[in-house]
């Protein structure tokens, strides 16, 4: 059992028998009466998000939760279809289970899909990953890396901001935490 001086962001607990994990936390100790945690708290089945306040020293459970290496294998209608690495089993995961995840999926990449009770709940893809942009405005002369950003679709079909010098073709490194630009790469693999 973790207690509420184990709380950090991302960790997982089990509260009312559902997975959730913790968005943010704050120990507040009043001038009167005992301290407590306030926390913010997303259910990894469904994805919402619930507030929380603990008594400090306040015990919850660990939440019975397996990680699986899985390949993204391709997209039919709003399910995503996955093949675990080790025993080659094919599962599905619906676009909502997936969130925004699914804007930065391509075919081939290995992720993490994580299973509560043997249901698949969740998937967290690389930090990283590198995607060629489908279509980009044309830069103008001049442009330069500090200049400005412009929306750029990428292969996956997701819009995101790039700078100016980037242009079609241009294969690009993407955080996958934020969905944010980081570098433009020469070739896909490095």
Do not use: W
Not at 13 to 34: C, R, T, Y
Not at 177 to 186: L, M
């Amino acid at each position: 059992m973790y207690s509420t001086s184990d709380f950090r962001k991302g960790l997982k607990v089990e509260l009312d028998g559902k997975p959730h994990v913790i968005v943010d936390f704050l120990h507040v100790k009043p001038g009167k009466g005992g301290a407590f945690v306030r926390t913010k708290l997303k259910n990894l089945v469904t994805g919402n998000v619930i507030d929380r306040t603990f008594r400090s020293g306040e015990k919850v459970d660990i939440p019975d939760i397996q990680e699986r290496k899985m390949q993204y294998l391709y997209c039919s209608e709003d399910d995503f279809y996955f093949m675990d690495q080790e025993t080659y089993d094919q599962i599905f995961i619906t676009a909502d289970q997936l969130g925004t995840n699914k804007e930065f999926l391509q075919e081939g990449v290995i992720v993490d899909i994580f299973f509560h009770n043997d249901q698949p709940m969740g998937v967290e893809l690389p930090i990283f990953v590198q995607l060629s942009v489908s279509e980009a405005n044309p830069g103008l002369k001049g442009d330069t890396a500090s200049g400005g950003s412009k929306p750029a679709t990428l292969e996956t079909g997701a819009v995101i901001q790039v700078p100016l010098f980037i242009e079609e073709g241009n294969v690009i490194r993407i955080d996958t935490r934020t969905g944010e630009y980081v570098e433009r790469i020469s070739k896909k693999g490095e």
